[in-house]
């Protein structure tokens, strides 16, 4: 049984360059969550999806946004990259009728 | 705003000791509380959680308690062992417009040294 996989496992930007991260969530999964973990913080939630539509929201700007597919893979989109964004980026799964969260290995993102 | 404390940010034990880490909470919404256990390179595993309509669960050497009328909640590791060491993250969830939202502690360092 999969757990939730996330790519690429390393990236390295420029500022005001974009990226996209992607995620796959645990089998069975059908809501995905992602977070922004900086060094030596807990998570700080972004955004979650679910039925291919983003249902909560936390504190970040708009040039965070994502998309569900419908396998229930995700994907985070982050626009005008600053260094600030540099992170560990971790996406985590559940089934719907749970908020029992799993999460992926996560994405770390530099920004130069 | 919502927020979750977490205490100690460090804590360094020796092996077969315990070791406790607290957590505090203000969204009394809050009903589901996870906590994780992160090792270096790795994504947060969910090691054990409760929910708000019981006081303690326990897990092996692992256990969590919860006080919802202050607002408290601990997790309790008996017997520690080098591969206990690790950051450890407690959580707060609450229902949210069809969903929930989670709000994480800080984080705990925790050193078990052998």
């Known amino acids: 049984d999969a757990g939730v996989t996330q790519s690429p496992t390393h990236l390295i930007k420029t500022r005001g360059q974009q990226v996209t991260l992607r995620c796959s969530p645990k089998?069975?999964?059908?809501?995905v969550s992602w977070y922004q973990q900086a060094l030596g913080q807990g998570p700080q939630f972004i955004f979650q999806?679910?039925?291919?539509?983003?249902?909560q929201r936390g504190n970040f700007p708009d040039r965070f946004s994502g998309h569900q597919f419908p396998n229930y893979s995700s994907e985070l989109n982050v626009n005008a990259l600053l260094l600030g964004d540099s992170a560990l980026y971790l996406c985590?799964?559940?089934?719907?009728?749970?908020?029992?969260?799993?999460f992926g290995p996560g994405t770390r993102l530099t920004v130069l | 705003g919502e927020n979750v404390e977490q205490h100690p940010s460090t804590l360094s034990v020796q092996e077969g000791d315990s070791a406790v880490i607290k957590c505090t909470y203000s969204?009394?919404?809050?009903?589901?509380f996870p906590w994780y256990k992160q090792e270096l390179g790795k994504g947060p595993q969910l090691i054990i959680d409760?929910?708000?309509?019981?006081g303690e669960k326990k897990d092996q050497r692992i256990a969590v308690t919860l006080n919802k009328t202050a607002k408290h909640f601990s997790l309790h590791i008996t017997e520690t062992q080098p591969e206990d060491s690790a950051v450890y993250f407690c959580?707060?969830?609450?229902?949210?417009?069809?969903?929930?939202?989670?709000?994480f502690g800080a984080g705990t360092r925790l050193f078990v040294k052998a």
């Open positions: 985590a799964s559940n089934s719907g009728i749970s908020d029992t969260q799993y």
């Open positions: 959580a707060a969830s609450r229902p949210n417009t069809g969903g929930f939202k989670t709000i």
């Open positions: 969204d009394s919404a809050s009903n589901y």
């Open positions: 089998s069975g999964h059908d809501t």
């Open positions: 999806y679910y039925e291919e539509e983003e249902r």
């Open positions: 409760i929910r708000s309509n019981v």
